[in-house]
Structures are given as C-alpha cells and as structure tokens.
C-alpha cells in the first residue's frame, strides 16, 4: 500500500467512526506490538516499584510498568491501570482497568478480581462508551479505528482513547492508536495535559503520524510509550525535539501537579 492510499484509508476511517460516535454521544457530554509470538513472559514487578505514600493533594502519581501500561494513583488512593494485560501488571490490583485489543499484551481475558471498574475499548457488534467517576478520579473512552492484519481491513471503532481526570489534570492514553484525529475525536478529548503515546512506528501509527497528533492535542507533557528497545524510540526523540524540551526521569515514576506543569515536555520514564 503506498502512503498517500494509506492516508485516504485513515481519513476515510476517521469519517466513518466520527459519525458512529455522534450518533452514540447525543445523550452524554464528556469534559475538559509486538505479535503474539512475540509476548514477553507475565511479569509482576516489585512493590518498590511504587512510593510508599500517596502522592499529596492537587497532584497525580504516573508510573511506567512496561509497553503501554501505566499505573495511575490519585491522593484518595484510586488506582488506574492502562491496556491492563497478562504481562505487565502493577504489583497493587487497580481500582480501575483500561483494555485495548490489538495484541493480548494489551487486554485480559481473566482481569483480577478485585477490579472494581474494567473497561474495554471496544464492544462486540457496537461502540465501547464508558464514563465513570472513582472518588477523584473520572475515566472516559474515544473510540478509534484498528486495522485487522489478518484480513487488511480496518475495525471501526475497535480499540479507545482513554481520558484520566485528576487533581485538576486531563490525561490521555491514546492506546494502540493506528491514524490521526477528526476533530470529532478533538472535541471529545477535550483540552489534554499530559499524553501518552506509542512511538513504534511500525504496528500502530508512524512516527511521523504521531507527531502529527501531538500537534492536533497539544499537550504540555508528552510520554513515549510501546517502542521495542530505545533504537525506535531515539529515532521518535530525534525527529521530535526540536517542538519540545527532552526531560529523561531517572524514576519509573514521576507526580504531576497543575502548579508544577511545564509549558512543554517530552519526558522520557524509563520502562521495561
């Protein structure tokens, strides 16, 4: 496929789940991979992977589990966990589970028990629609289009975009994102602070399109996710640098506040 008819099958994506998510929005307002053989061996990482404290008030706590998985703790003690899967888990089980499809490195089939809130990104026969609020914490899904390698098709509205609202902040986790934005997927997002996207460049979105997307969100903090080794997500820092200043965190683990917010960042969290 050359580039120019895999931009038109985007766009004309894009079109098609637009319409479906109006349709299916008219009675709710939102606000403000590896292939299989490919799968790491389930890990569950140490307790001292997370701070022993909650983080204080007015502020949220994001760490880098692995791939496209972090965990999201707010100052009541709600927990997130994003693209929850069999292979990258926190050692805490989340208050709230995010799930996309395109790999099982990103979804379960067997979620803990103790989740109080599991929410897939896509829906059998229809479109994924969740907005729910944990004490502090509101999450609320965007559908986005897939393509199905198996077939060369294109799965309408079968992964999410992920919404996080916190301690006064907007986080997005864009999932196994495959094409750039409508501006019905803008304005269902809503302003964004801090977004977390995959820079692979090969089984989701280019690298190129996703800087693209960066520039249709523009975020304050943006966070590399899902890259396999650090060769894919240099070539990401490289051509994306120059928009915004390059902070690496020597911690898997970093607080965020509204106070504290830089103007723009491309922090890097190291990940496993």
């Given at each position: ?49 997370l701070p022993e ?135 269902r997002l809503g ?15 280019s690298q190129e ?64």
């Open positions: 496929m050359t580039r120019l008819s895999q931009r038109l099958l985007e766009f004309a994506s894009g079109l098609v789940v637009a319409a479906a998510m109006l349709a299916a929005s008219s009675s709710s307002a939102l606000a403000v991979c590896a292939p299989v053989a490919e799968l790491p061996r389930p890990r569950i990482f140490p307790a001292s992977v404290g909650l983080p204080s008030r007015d502020s949220v706590e994001v760490t880098y589990i692995g791939h496209s998985t972090f965990l999201i703790r707010t100052a009541e003690g709600v927990t997130a966990s994003t693209d929850y899967n069999p292979y990258y888990r926190a050692p805490i089980v989340p208050s709230v589970a995010t799930m996309n499809r395109a790999h099982p490195n990103h979804y379960s089939d067997s979620p803990e028990p103790g989740i109080k809130h599991v929410l897939r990104g896509w829906r059998d026969g229809g479109y994924a629609a969740h907005d729910i609020v944990e004490r502090d914490l509101r999450v609320f899904n965007i559908p986005t289009n897939i393509r199905n390698w198996g077939q060369g098709s294109t799965d309408y509205a079968g992964n999410s975009m992920f919404v996080f609202e916190t301690a006064g902040l907007c986080i997005a986790h864009l999932g196994h994102l495959h094409h750039t934005l409508t501006d019905e997927h803008l304005k302003p964004i602070d801090i977004v977390m996207i995959a820079v692979d460049g090969a089984v989701t979105i399109g996703a800087i693209s997307v960066i520039d249709q969100i523009k975020p304050k903090v943006v966070i590399p996710m899902h890259f396999w080794g650090y060769g894919s997500l240099e070539r990401f820092v490289a051509l994306f640098e120059a928009r915004y200043p390059v902070k690496r965190s020597d911690s898997p683990t970093v607080v965020f506040s509204r106070a504290a917010m830089p103007d723009r960042q491309l922090l890097i969290m190291p990940g496993r």
